[in-house]
Nanobody, 122 residues
Framework: QVQLVESGGGKVQPGGSLRLSCAASGRTFSRYDIGWLRQAPGKEREFVAAISDTGATTYYADSVKGRFTISRDNAKNTVYLQMNNLKPEDTAVYYC???????????????WGQGTQVIVSS
């Protein structure tokens, strides 16, 4: 089992950047593929990006491809989400979680963090 804690959210203007962090506790962190997901007000939770246990493979939702970058540092037990060129539609609570076999299936994620709020507004 792994415990995940997100941080780095905040309010930013359109076109701005933020870097989210997902810090893990537990010695088994490096065994897990990790994903970022988000939930906007009034909408269902959706997949954003995921990274394999070694960091060699990444996958993105079409809506963030080319703007967001997921990475990880297993020595620091941390996964990052660099978000550039943010848009108002990126406003959501962002969560990290351990991925299942199909990375873009939200219902396969486990060990959710508490989330961090991102607001993109002028």
């Amino acid at each position: 089992q792994v415990q995940l804690v997100e941080s780095g959210g905040g309010k930013v203007q359109p076109g701005g950047s933020l870097r989210l962090s997902c810090a893990a506790s537990g010695r088994t962190f490096s065994r897990y593929d990790i994903g970022w997901l988000r939930q906007a007000p009034g909408k269902e939770r959706e997949f954003v990006a995921a990274i394999s246990d070694t960091g060699a493979t990444t996958y993105y939702a079409d809506s963030v491809k080319g703007r967001f970058t997921i990475s990880r540092d297993n020595a620091k037990n941390t996964v990052y989400l660099q978000m550039n060129n943010l848009k108002p539609e990126d406003t959501a609570v962002y969560y990290c979680a351990a991925a299942g076999a199909v990375w873009n299936r939200v219902d396969e994620y486990r060990y959710w963090g508490q989330g961090t709020q991102v607001i993109v507004s002028s």
